[in-house]
């Protein structure tokens, strides 16, 4: 995974294992010790498994989290630009906003304030600023309204995979 802010400058990366594709896109796993670095900021352990989703359509990447993991965020959704797959490596442009759905079924946008500032601080043109916006309110509406794949599609494939070890 290499995420990126607008104007290339290097975000979160670390490895994902492939887990497979369907309808829904493009499938990947994370064991708990994973190492992901931010920037290039000192790397940090990830504690615990995750899935990542790489959909077909769509401008944004969900992470989903075992009900066992030590985090109160079941889903958590990142808006980007159209995400790629080419060479074995997953690349978006992170656009700052991000929606994450809570263990207690509760659904939330974070980082609205790094957003606008970004968009003065990188120049994000109107048009990425409109589907930004647009895509954050698909996605409250979707997981909110528990639409797939974020309901039993990723549940079979969180479940498959934590069952692996």
Request: glycine share 0%; proline share 15%; net charge neutral.
């Given at each position: 995974m290499r995420f990126t802010k607008w104007g290339g400058s290097l975000h979160w990366h670390y490895p994902l294992e492939p887990l497979g594709s369907d309808a829904h896109g493009l499938w990947f796993g994370a064991r708990s010790g994973t190492i992901m670095t931010r920037g290039y900021e000192e790397p940090v352990r990830q504690p615990h498994d995750?899935?990542?989703?790489?959909?077909r359509v769509g401008d944004w990447i969900a992470s989903f989290n075992p009900s066992t993991a030590d985090t109160d965020v079941s889903v958590?959704?990142?808006?980007?630009?159209?995400?790629s797959y080419e060479g074995g490596v997953v690349?978006?442009?992170d656009l700052d906003l991000d929606v994450v759905r809570l263990f207690d079924g509760s659904v939330r946008v974070l980082d609205e304030d790094e957003f606008a500032e970004h968009q003065i601080l990188y120049g994000y043109p109107p048009p990425?600023?409109?589907q930004a916006r647009a895509t954050t309110d698909d996605l409250v509406s979707r997981l909110t309204a528990a639409i797939e794949p974020f309901e039993t599609a990723a549940a079979a494939r969180l479940a498959a995979y934590v069952d692996q070890l």
């Open positions: 995750f899935i990542t989703l790489v959909p958590y959704v990142d808006v980007t630009t159209p995400p690349r978006a442009v990425v600023i409109a």
